[in-house]
Every structure is written in C-alpha cells, then in structure tokens.
C-alpha cells in the first residue's frame, strides 16, 4: 500500500523510526474516522500529533543530517520549513473556524502530499545515506585482526590484547586460544569476534560504553540505568532519558556511532550544531 509504513523507511535509529512508524499509524487511523463521517472530533488531537512530530522528529531528522554531513540537508530542510508553515497554516484555520470536516480533509491532502513526496522520497534518500555509512564502517571490520575487532567491541582492553600477543610471540599459538587460556574472554566472545572477521555477523559496540567513553554518562549512572533496564525491558537509551541523564539527540548520536553512521571522534556527542 502506497501510503502504508514499510521496512526500507527505517534509517535504524530506534526513536527516529518509531517516530516515524507513528505518524503512520496516526494517519492510517485520522483517515478511517474521516471515512466513517465522525472524522473530524479528531481533529484537534492529530494536529496536536502533528505539532510534536514537527517539532520533535523534524527536529532530530535535522540533527542526524548536519551530524553525519547528509548532502540532501539543505533541500529536506526546505521541505521540512515548507510542512511546518503549511501546519501553522492548518492551525489557524483550527483557532478561527472550528474542528470542520473541510479542515479534517485538509489535513488529509497534506498528509498525503507528505508520505508520498517526503517520507517515501527524501527520507528515503537520507535512509539509503545512513545505511550505505553503516554498511560502509561494517567492511572495514571485515579481514581486521581478531584482536582489534576484539578491543574495538569492547570485549578484551588494549592492554589485555597485548599482553596476549607477547604470550603469542613467545608460544606460536593462535590468539583466540591465548585469550582463552588466560581467562580474559569466553569461546563466545572469540566466536562472535570470528564471525565479523568473516563478515558473517555484525560488529556492534554496546551503547553503554559508547556513552561512557565520551564523556556522557559515568560508569556508575550505567551501571545504575542497567540496573532500571532489569524492570522494565526498555532500551538502554530509553531507560536514560527517562532517568534524564541523557537528552534525545545524544541517545540517537550514540545509536550512529553504534551502527557506524558517525565516527566516534566526530563531534557528535561534544556539542555541534544544535
Ligand atoms: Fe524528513
């Protein structure tokens, strides 16, 4: 269905496309009642929707593009000003003549005008950008030594590796079963590790450490979200914005870094554009 949420939408940062999912949903929903001739009760509450996805998913979309240097920011950016005037347009129209079935088919036609040429379009493009980045990082991995993909996922220290090589240079074993012998990592951590050399499985870097290594959070408020994690099996980035340790934009700059969208060194988690 041309106007129905689908997988290739999703650029893999969990907020952007949940946002996006909703506004979806929302629609496919504003669209029934509308159908069934008691639409336009609704129509205060789906502009109120509407003003919070452009503030808020609008708001991060752009976030996400100055960071990662998205070459299509400045045309998005445009459509996106286009949609928040063509909005408080909608508003107005609210606040002088009422709730009317007329102003509920109004937002239809914007709504529909939106899927199709932006969501479906351009958010499209940025998708395919963010996810040609990702797979980009990932061939890196790919044919690194078991030791670097080992330290850079956070599963043996710089020095633990090291001290593993010299023990290798002195017995001729192989790296894995060093690591093994000296207790510093499990078969699965070594077979995981195997796995991305072979570029059968994915390299990921936890997100916790990501956020403690720039700076973000401590070990402690880390330990402290895992531990509120337990309860509710929320994601971790969730669980500290909650807490609100952390602000939206730095969970979803952590989430890039994650998936190889934005290198660590970046300015992404230390300020940048807003
Ligand atoms: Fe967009």
Redesign the pocket.
């Known amino acids: 269905m041309p106007l129905q949420w689908s997988s290739d939408l999703e650029v893999g940062i969990f907020e952007l496309d949940a946002q996006q999912k909703e506004l979806f949903s929302r629609f496919e929903a504003f669209s029934d009642d509308i159908e069934k001739e008691h639409g336009h009760n609704g129509v205060a509450d789906f502009i109120g929707f509407l003003d919070r996805y452009a503030h808020e998913h609008?708001k991060y979309?752009e976030h996400l593009q100055d960071k990662t240097g998205f070459p299509g920011r400045d045309e998005?950016r445009t459509?996106?000003r286009h949609f928040m005037d063509e909005l408080e347009s909608i508003k107005a129209r609210m606040n002088s003549g009422g709730d009317t079935k007329e102003l509920a088919f109004l937002i239809k036609g914007m709504l529909i005008r939106w899927i199709i040429t932006?969501?479906k379009h351009?958010?499209k493009e940025?998708s395919d950008f963010l996810l040609a980045a990702s797979e980009k990082a990932e061939q890196e991995f790919v044919k690194k030594r078991l030791g670097e993909i080992l330290v850079a996922s956070d599963l043996v220290s710089r020095a633990t590796l090291e001290r593993a090589l010299e023990r290798q240079k002195e017995t001729g074993k192989r790296l894995g079963i060093i690591l093994l012998e000296m207790g510093v990592a499990g078969k699965e951590d070594i077979s995981s590790a195997l796995m991305v050399q072979e570029g059968k499985s994915r390299f990921t870097k936890k997100l916790g450490n990501i956020l403690v290594e720039s700076g973000l959070i401590t070990y402690a408020t880390l330990e402290h979200a895992l531990e509120n994690q337990k309860c509710c099996g929320k994601l971790l980035g969730t669980v500290m914005i909650d807490m609100g340790v952390l602000k939206i934009e730095e969970v979803i700059d952590a989430q890039a870094i994650q998936k190889g969208m934005l290198k660590m060194d970046s300015p992404a988690l230390h300020g940048g554009t807003e």
């Open positions: 609008l979309e998005h459509a996106h932006h969501s351009l958010d940025f």
